[in-house]
């Protein structure tokens, strides 16, 4: 829709995401494993995502954005891309088959739904948080300041 927009209407041409990247990423990973599980090709076509498609995204900002991604990104946010591509491809993988009512075996499908990877999940690691110094146990405040000089 972008490349409509800036060069078929000769608009100002917007720098959002393509998806062209993660879409040929999803359709290599139909055709190349289409005799396999469609829980496996949800992973596969997942990771496919948190890799291609993050590199053609990272080309597409350095071609089109004011402000590219910057290297400081990498290697979080390269990480995270996969975990959510994988958990995104396999809970895709899962409402597709409810819909069309094909999940697989119940014991299957619980372990793909819990078991997969998760970056928002409880006791799992993000590159996003920092630890706050406190003053004390149960302080809410920031560190220490020094104090104004008394007048």
Same mark, same amino acid.
């Given at each position: 829709?972008?490349?409509?927009?800036?060069?078929?209407?000769?608009?100002?041409?917007?720098?959002?995401?393509?998806?062209?990247? #993660?879409?040929?990423?999803?359709?290599?990973?139909?055709?190349?494993?289409?005799?396999?599980?469609?829980?496996?090709?949800?992973? /596969?076509?997942?990771?496919? %995502?948190?890799?291609?498609?993050?590199?053609? #995204?990272?080309?597409?900002?350095? %071609?089109?954005?004011?402000?590219?991604?910057?290297?400081?990104? %990498?290697?979080?946010?390269?990480?995270?891309?996969?975990?959510?591509?994988?958990?995104?491809?396999?809970?895709?993988?899962?409402?597709?088959?409810?819909?069309?009512? #094909?999940?697989? /075996?119940?014991?299957?499908?619980?372990? /793909?739904?819990?078991?997969?990877?998760?970056?928002?999940?409880?006791?799992?690691?993000?590159?996003?948080?920092? /630890?706050?110094?406190?003053?004390?146990?149960?302080?809410?405040?920031?560190?220490?300041?020094?104090?104004?000089?008394?007048?």
């Amino acid at each position: 829709m972008s490349l409509v927009v800036g060069l078929l209407f000769g608009e100002v041409m917007p720098a959002l995401p393509l998806y062209v990247p #993660e879409a040929l990423c999803v359709e290599i990973a139909a055709l190349v494993f289409a005799r396999r599980t469609a829980l496996f090709t949800g992973a /596969a076509s997942g990771a496919l %995502l948190g890799t291609l498609g993050f590199a053609g #995204e990272w080309g597409w900002t350095h %071609l089109v954005y004011r402000l590219p991604w910057h290297v400081d990104l %990498l290697p979080e946010g390269l990480i995270l891309a996969v975990v959510g591509g994988v958990a995104g491809g396999i809970a895709g993988s899962l409402l597709a088959g409810g819909l069309r009512g #094909e999940l697989p /075996a119940s014991r299957v499908a619980r372990i /793909a739904a819990l078991g997969r990877p998760s970056p928002s999940r409880p006791g799992s690691w993000s590159g996003c948080t920092r /630890a706050i110094p406190m003053r004390g146990p149960r302080s809410r405040s920031g560190p220490r300041t020094a104090r104004p000089p008394a007048r």
